[in-house]
């Protein structure tokens, strides 16, 4: 489940084997990098230790992150899975697992290495029996058909008997090669080029992405969740049937549909209306989204603040998990309940007339980082069974490129993950995942209440430190950004 | 809006303090299909404010789908026909039009298109 890979498998490494490779990915790929080495780190500690002596095939991750886990075993999960939902979405971290052959970082280097890979592995791959297909992949990197057929000319010291097929070959075997394109967008640079032959042990099924994404689907607004990060979401929370979870920001409703392809119940709710309610007409919604996949609809869509939920006293330990990307303000502003200048103390509230309050539009006022996030974790420490999931994203300002991030804290909660999504040279965000390890209490809860009304005295003071907008947005010397992450603006 | 969403929500006005539970007025209600999961209902269970669901079960006019009083909570577990009832009325009976009452002030909260709005007004936070 989620970042837990199994307990079915014998024979997994021992974590400090592992050595992460970043080379030039896109995000979702270092998001699924980072779960995984999570995955196998967490599996060897629960091992005590690991064990690495059941070692007995290398495995090259398509993402290149690579390690000594033995094939069986994670084809054992594969398989374990494969007739499951959750079987999908494993399959989105990892992308293929092959048995390593070979690898180097010169072709003759490579030669070698397969060379010196035990034939009793090989040859039953190679039989004239069977059929197979190469495939030359350069990572970041697009070449011609005509250069990829010399590179798989370049491997005729590997006795292939079988014939090619392209289309459903038996085996297939790849061939990947990293190097320095020039170009990473910002991401640590390839040290030198690397080149790996393998032979396919499983791929993953990715055609759960192209159902889902984003330019097919009806309803999206400008802020929507990119599917594939939507579904990590929704697998972080251990979205599954019988679980109820909960988006406090739900706008279009991209990460429920996440959570309610793996079966989980779900609810949502957003302070605009003509989003959650109106849509863009009665076939494009946030209920005709789940329509268009065949999902079962949200059981609860409304508006409300979360800023001042409408939940009832003494209602607690309902949702099993929180998955929601706050307004922060870097795209989309977030608002709370109140208007401006009644916040400021300069106008005394607005009555509305008695004959206007059924369709009257209360003002908002700009809601800050720091107070956002408070009230997202107050939200989830209340409402959250124990064990239950809160999973967010949290925007972190990079200096000179790199990122000190600093993440909220609360006493019920323990940060199990943090994924950072690279966005721009000075601005990221890190998936958070926590779990709730501490009960509710009296104690936490009167706390809350104070800090609440600390943010409304003081809203001012919070609007100016928490604008994130302006931090991203403006030229590089500006010193407003400082104050945003210091640690007494913390929530 | 599904009858657990009523369950969990309250009038949450400044100074209101007898905000729970809503009535329900419900000018058009229909049923919806929801998945039956049992394992769910047996973890809402001990959640739900029985006399608010009885209450709006009620109001919807559907008298005899639940026992006045809340069963035991071993009834998840034996009486089958119980577990229908109770996610019938909890998940499945969904108030399209209307509106949530609160007990204390009177304030009403409009239901349209099956969305409560629960957003307050400016003189109410």
Redesign the interface.
């Known amino acids: 489940e989620g970042n837990d890979l199994g307990g079915i498998c014998e024979g997994f490494c021992t974590a400090d084997l592992l050595h992460l490779d970043c080379f030039g990915l896109d995000d979702s790929a270092r998001i699924a990098i980072n779960e995984l080495v999570e995955v196998v780190i967490e599996e060897a500690e629960k091992k005590g230790g690991g064990n690495s002596q059941a070692r007995k095939t290398r495995v090259l991750f398509y993402s290149f992150h690579r390690d000594d886990i033995p094939a069986e075993s994670v084809m054992h999960k594969f398989l374990l899975l494969r007739n499951s939902r959750c079987f999908l979405f494993t399959g989105m971290l990892v992308k293929g697992i092959y048995e390593l052959w070979g690898e180097g970082t010169t072709d003759d280097d490579l030669e070698k290495a397969i060379k010196g890979f035990p034939d009793e592995r090989k040859l039953p791959y190679l039989k004239p029996e069977s059929s197979f297909r190469i495939i030359v992949d350069n990572f970041g990197k697009v070449i011609s058909f005509q250069e990829q057929n010399e590179r798989i000319r370049g491997l005729s010291y590997i006795p292939f008997k079988g014939r090619v097929d392209l289309r459903n070959p038996d085996h297939k075997f790849w061939l990947m090669e990293i190097d320095d394109y020039g170009e990473n967008n910002g991401l640590p640079p390839v040290v030198e080029r690397r080149i790996f032959f393998g032979r396919e042990v499983g791929a993953a099924d990715r055609k759960l992405l192209p159902t889902y994404q984003l330019k097919s689907r009806k309803y999206i607004g400008p802020t929507a969740m990119d599917a594939e990060i939507a579904f990590l979401m929704a697998n972080q929370g251990l979205a599954r049937p019988g679980k109820l979870i909960y988006d406090p920001f739900v706008g279009t409703g991209s990460i429920l549909v996440a959570a309610a392809h793996f079966g989980a119940m779900t609810m949502g709710a957003d302070i605009d209306i003509r989003v959650v309610r109106d849509g863009r007409g009665p076939d494009c919604n946030v209920w005709s989204n789940f329509e268009q996949y065949g999902l079962p609809k949200p059981l609860s869509l409304m508006r409300s603040d979360n800023n001042l939920p409408p939940w009832r006293s003494g209602l607690k330990e309902v949702f099993d998990a929180i998955i929601c990307d706050p307004p922060y303000g870097v795209r989309a502003g977030g608002r709370k309940s109140g208007g401006r200048k009644l916040l400021k103390g300069t106008v005394d509230p607005y009555t509305v007339p008695e004959e206007k309050r059924f369709d009257h539009i209360p003002s908002t006022a700009a809601y800050s980082l720091a107070e956002c996030v408070n009230d997202l974790l107050e939200l989830a420490a209340r409402m959250l069974v124990m064990g239950g999931r809160l999973v967010f994203f949290f925007p972190v300002l990079r200096e000179d490129v790199v990122t000190v991030a600093q993440f909220p804290e609360h006493p019920c909660f323990t940060l199990i993950a943090s994924c950072e999504q690279i966005l721009s040279l000075r601005y990221s965000r890190y998936l958070l995942t926590m779990v709730k390890t501490g009960h509710y209490t009296e104690e936490i809860s009167e706390l809350a209440r104070k800090k609440h009304s600390d943010f409304r005295e003081n809203h001012l003071k919070w609007m100016e430190e928490g604008n994130l907008h302006s931090a991203v947005f403006s030229s590089s010397d500006s010193q407003t950004t400082k104050a945003l992450f210091d640690r007494d603006s913390k929530p | 809006?599904?009858l657990?969403?009523h369950n969990?929500?309250?009038?949450?006005i400044k100074g209101v303090t007898n905000?729970?539970?809503l009535r329900l007025e419900a000018e058009k209600w229909v049923e919806?299909e929801?998945?039956f999961?049992a394992?769910?209902l047996r973890?809402?269970f001990p959640?739900i404010?029985w006399p608010a669901l009885v209450g709006a079960v009620r109001a919807l006019g559907c008298h005899d789908l639940l026992p006045q009083d809340a069963p035991n909570p071993s009834a998840l577990d034996s009486d089958d026909d119980f577990l229908r009832r109770f996610h019938r009325a909890l998940?499945q009976l969904h108030v399209e039009e209307g509106a949530l009452v609160c007990p204390e002030t009177g304030r009403?909260f409009?239901i349209?298109?099956?969305?409560?709005?629960?957003?307050?007004?400016?003189?109410e936070?």
Request: include cysteine.
């Open positions: 809006m599904r657990l969403t969990m929500l309250a009038c949450n905000g729970y539970p919806k929801v998945n999961n394992d769910f973890s809402v959640k404010e998940l009403r409009p349209s298109k099956g969305i409560p709005n629960m957003l307050l007004h400016e003189d936070v």
